[in-house]
């Protein structure tokens, strides 16, 4: 699919619905409430992602949601809503496709060497976001290689979650090296400290300004709860503020071409000089340079660099001293 509008804003949901799939459904669905462009889910087997032994696997098991209650889930959205599927192991990828709802796949960083699913994906139309946050250039490069055939669809994402990321973690440099690098469009995974005063707006709109056109934000019902991944996430109100700040913020920028605004024609007219007649002039009277004076008139007219032009020329009205003189009013 195509991007037809930027910024392209991702409510992450992530494993903010600790493994409840009725509150997956109110997460997703408040994201796109709050004028979210698509809604990224996580979908995994903790078998298959983590050891046993990994102090963390009793956690993430809990959150991990079967096979039937996302089935529930994605019945919950329209066809006409995006969602996309963040898979971590290649038996959650094949369900997932499956599914026929997802049209993007994001695959983690901890995946960009995993053969299976990189094959997989290769062979499938559809949109792929590669996770560069805690890769190596060597890891992303590769996993891009094996994709390169669908390069059109292929975006590299920066950014990854420290609990939360330090703002001298961002590293924002990277985007416009990846940018120059491999000739894609790129996106952004925010994970800043949501209680840090402006930089979980001011950070993504820095990484947009840098080329990331995606910009993936985490999404929870209720941030005081200070439940799973609440640090970098925003509330469903606080989300609507991100998505709104965003869309106004990009129309500060304009094409790529200097065509004066409105407003700047507007300003043009007040702050610009233009002729004046220096002294009474007379109808019938032929323009000398010594005639006119450039001063601001808040109306356009001759401006000093058409000077030459209006030199000779004759009048066709009486002109008072001070009064603009217009292009139209010369013979």
Request: hydrophobic fraction near 40%.
């Amino acid at each position: 699919m195509k991007f037809k509008k930027t910024p392209f804003i991702i409510g992450e949901v992530a494993s903010a619905h600790e493994g409840n799939y009725n509150k997956a459904i109110k997460i997703g669905k408040s994201a796109f409430k709050a004028g979210a462009d698509a809604v990224k889910f996580q979908i995994f087997k903790c078998q298959n992602l983590m050891s046993k032994k990994n102090p963390l696997y009793k956690k993430f098991k809990k959150f991990e949601i079967s096979k039937e209650n996302w089935i529930k889930i994605l019945k919950q959205f329209k066809k006409n809503q995006l969602l996309i599927a963040e898979i971590f192991d290649l038996d959650s990828l094949i369900f997932a496709n499956k599914q026929k709802i997802f049209k993007i796949y994001k695959l983690p960083s901890t995946c960009l060497n995993n053969k299976e699913m990189l094959n997989y994906l290769s062979k499938i139309n559809k949109q792929i976001i590669i996770a560069a946050g805690g890769a190596t250039f060597e890891e992303i490069n590769y996993a891009f290689k094996k994709l390169k055939k669908n390069k059109k669809n292929i975006i590299i994402m920066a950014g990854f979650q420290n609990f939360p990321t330090k703002i001298e973690d961002t590293n924002l440099s990277k985007i416009s090296l990846i940018k120059e690098t491999f000739k894609t469009k790129m996106g952004y995974a925010d994970h800043i400290d949501s209680s840090e005063n402006l930089y979980p707006f001011s950070i993504p709109l820095m990484a947009y300004t840098l080329g990331a056109d995606i910009i993936e934000k985490h999404i929870t019902l209720n941030r005081k709860e200070k439940g799973t991944d609440y640090y970098s996430s925003l509330d469903p109100e606080e989300f609507k503020k991100f998505v709104d700040f965003f869309k106004k913020s990009n129309t500060a920028f304009s094409a790529n071409k200097w065509n004066l605004t409105k407003a700047e024609i507007k300003y043009r007219k007040f702050n610009k000089t233009f002729a004046v007649a220096k002294s009474n002039l007379l109808k019938g009277h032929r323009i000398k340079r010594k005639d006119l004076h450039f001063k601001r008139t808040n109306k356009a007219g001759i401006t000093v660099d058409q000077l030459t032009s209006c030199v000779g020329k004759i009048l066709k009205k009486n002109k008072l001293i001070d009064e603009i003189i217009l292009p139209k009013e010369l013979k």
